[in-house]
């Protein structure tokens, strides 16, 4: 099964193209295993390093996983794709870092970004630069997710503590960062939080303009207790939201790098025409 000649794009992507297509249409299943990386580049009459540049796109699509001494899988539905933590540490060895965070609290980012603060603090990383950004849902207008359930109706009191929640992961976030700046500890951090009108139905996560890591929020209906009673909520469940990472590479045509540049672009386009300045 050799490559097309005549296809312009680089031999890698040809290869994931064909995997992918194997994987999506099942001719690969959940749990299988793949060809081994010297048998693919048979098979398409490539360089092993091909094959592994190839491989290395669908990981960070999440759609394979390599398991040390028994080679690559195809993911399985119930598999955790990604975690954000190790992500976010990593980013803060950079020279210069950015943060971009859209979603409903903040609370998964402000636990990944502690550790790199504290090492920062004790003089075991030294950005020059950290630029946080935080879009969300502005919690002082009426919301059209989360509801009640038994009118479907925005609630005041839930949207108080919601406020309260997003307060205290993102204003922590916004002190930590800022504070690194005030002690010297990095010539430029800023942190700012903007809220805008629309009801967050994913989380998206964007860093150093090089990572997106992405995540549908499911709508679960539980019971929540605030004000001294108890309310029936269609709520955002972010701790069932999956993430799904892509990463850009030097191939500005890869599922990976267009689909951070339109994470970008999306971001910027909310952060800079109906988002506002949360006020304190």
Do not use: C
Request: glycine share 6%.
């Amino acid at each position: 099964m050799a490559l097309d000649p005549d296809d312009p794009r680089p031999p890698y992507v040809q290869v994931a193209n064909a995997l992918r297509a194997a994987i999506l249409t099942r001719k690969f299943t959940a749990g299988d295993k793949l060809p081994s990386r010297n048998e693919l580049a048979k098979t398409y009459n490539v360089a092993p390093m091909t094959v592994q540049n190839a491989l290395r796109e669908l990981r960070e699509e999440g759609l394979i996983v390599s398991r040390q001494g028994s080679g690559v899988f195809v993911r399985e539905r119930t598999e955790r794709p990604v975690g954000l933590r190790p992500h976010i540490e990593r980013a803060f060895e950079a020279q210069h870092v950015t943060i971009d965070f859209a979603g409903f609290s903040g609370e998964t980012l402000h636990g990944a970004m502690a550790e790199p603060l504290d090492k920062i603090r004790i003089g075991r990383l030294r950005p020059e630069s950290i630029h946080v950004r935080l879009l969300l849902p502005d919690p002082r207008q009426p919301w059209s997710l989360p509801v009640t359930v038994e009118d479907q109706a925005d609630s005041p009191g839930f949207r108080q503590r919601a406020e309260e929640i997003m307060r205290r992961h993102t204003l922590a976030i916004v002190d930590s960062v800022t504070e690194l700046a005030g002690l010297g500890l990095v010539q430029e951090a800023t942190a700012e939080i903007r809220v805008h009108p629309a009801a967050p139905l994913f989380k998206l996560y964007l860093i150093n303009e090089e990572e997106a890591f992405f995540g549908f929020y499911p709508v679960r209906e539980h019971v929540i207790t605030f004000g001294g009673e108890t309310q029936a909520m269609y709520d955002l469940m972010g701790k069932d939201a999956i993430l799904f990472h892509h990463s850009a590479n030097d191939d500005d045509t890869s599922t990976g790098s267009q689909y951070v540049d339109q994470a970008k672009t999306w971001f910027t386009s909310m952060w800079t025409t109906v988002a506002k300045e949360y006020q304190r």
